[in-house]
Every structure is written in C-alpha cells, then in structure tokens.
T-cell receptor, first 117, second 115 residues
Framework: AQKITQTQPGMFVQEKEAVTLDCTYD???????LFWYKQPSSGEMIFLIY??????QNATEGRYSLNFQKARKSANLVISASQLGDSAMYFC??????????????FGKGITLSVRP | DTEVTQTPKHLVMGMTNKKSLKCEQH?????MYWYKQKAKKPPELMFV???????INESVPSRFSPECPNSSLLNLHLHALQPEDSALYLC??????????????FGPGTRLTVL
C-alpha cells in the first residue's frame, strides 16, 4: 500500500518570501508519480507540479519547484516569491502502479498555507 | 479557465430527492473520475471510468449511481442520500488508460448539502 505523509501544521509565510511544504511517501513500487495540488477555499483542485520516480532532475513549473530526494522518500514543494493568492490547502499525492491502480491517487492530509501581507 | 466543468456549483437536497451532478471535460481525455471530499480532508476516490466503461468502484453505496454517456460527459445520480453524504464532489479527467505519469485535472466541484 502507498502512503503520503504531510505533518506540518498550518504554515505561514510573508509575502514575497519562499516557503517549503514537506511531503514524505512510502511505496514498494519501483515506478510511481508524485503530484502536488493546490486547493483554495473555492474548492477547485489545481494541479501544480509532477515528478516521476525515474526523473533525474527536480521538476520546476514557474514559481514552483520540487525538491525530490528519492533515497529519503521525500518530495517537498518549494514556492518562491509567495503571493497572497498562494493562500490555500496543498495536497501531495502519489500514483499507484499495476493494472487499474495507475488511476488511483493516494493523497496526503494536506497542509494549509497562509501568506501574510 | 478550467477545462473540466461541473454543474451545479451548489446543491441542497432532501433525503427523498433525486438529483444529478454533471461533469464535462474538453481535454480529449478518456478517463474520468468522481471524488468525494469532506471539509479539511483529502479527496476520496469513488468511481473511475475508462473508455466510457466503469473500471473502479470503491465500494460506494448504491444511492450513488455513476453514468458516462460519452467520452466527455460524466454524471453522478443521487437518490435517497443521507446527511453524512454532504460534501464537495469533485470530477477529474486524465488520458486513458491511466499511466503513472498522467495528471488528473479536476473541475471546480459541486458542494452538496443533504438535509
């Protein structure tokens, strides 16, 4: 079974500063995908960034980057130059493997980020 | 603008009502999903359709009935719901058959309240 652990309590960051959101995972599958989603209070789950287990380089998407440490089974999200609109719940997720299970995403409990002006 | 749309945005229904949630995607995807999400919790997978066929049912009660009329539409028919079914219902889509690298793209959700 796969597991995502997000243990940080509510996070606070000053506008324009960088923040790191932690994610550790557990899986016995040799191949997997790691995803980060943002969910503002409106409810929509917004895809941010993806990292494949065999990717040699850390993924980056604009202000988002993923600090992927495979041996430590961690996939931390780094948001640079925080904006007020970054205030939201952030979920880390891992994709399954095997027939049918590819479609299953296992989510962590989420981290609430608040950006202070 | 999201390419996965859901209607209605809000729905209030009694326990004896019959209602439907609708989801439409314009991404050319052939896999579609229904998730249920309670407040401050992660989404929970309910159903997966791949090529318009139900491929995963996560032991969801029969009062929830999914339907995939075509490759871009997904419905969730609701009947005789309980107050504990009140939640945010999210639809998502991805390429099919789903691969480990495929991203699921979500719609804005329907907030359901069962009285």
């Amino acid at each position: 079974a796969q597991k995502i652990t997000q243990t940080q309590p509510g996070m606070f960051v000053q506008e324009k500063e960088a923040v790191t959101l932690d994610c550790t995972y557990d899986t016995s599958d040799p191949s997997y995908g790691l995803f980060w989603y943002k969910q503002p209070s409106s409810g929509e789950m917004i895809f941010l960034i993806y990292q494949g287990s065999y990717d040699q380089q850390n993924a980056t998407e604009g202000r988002y980057s993923l600090n992927f440490q495979k041996a430590r089974k961690s996939a931390n999200l780094v948001i640079s130059a925080s904006q007020l609109g970054d205030s939201a719940m952030y979920f880390c997720a891992i994709s399954g493997s095997g027939t049918g299970a590819n479609s299953k995403l296992t989510f962590g409990k989420g981290i609430t980020l608040s950006v202070r002006p | 603008d999201t390419e996965v749309t859901q209607t209605p945005k809000h729905l209030v229904m009694g326990m004896t009502n019959k209602k439907s949630l609708k989801c439409e995607q314009h991404m050319g995807h052939r896999a579609m999903y229904w998730y249920k999400q309670k407040a401050k919790k992660p989404p929970e997978l309910m159903f997966v359709y791949s090529y318009e066929k139900l491929s995963i049912n996560e032991s969801v009660p029969s009062r929830f009935s999914p339907e995939c009329p075509n490759s871009s539409l997904l419905n969730l028919h609701l009947h005789a719901l309980q107050p504990e079914d009140s939640a945010l219902y999210l639809c998502a889509s991805s390429p099919a058959p789903p691969q480990l690298t495929d991203t699921q793209y979500f719609g804005p959700g329907t907030r359901l309240t069962v009285l």
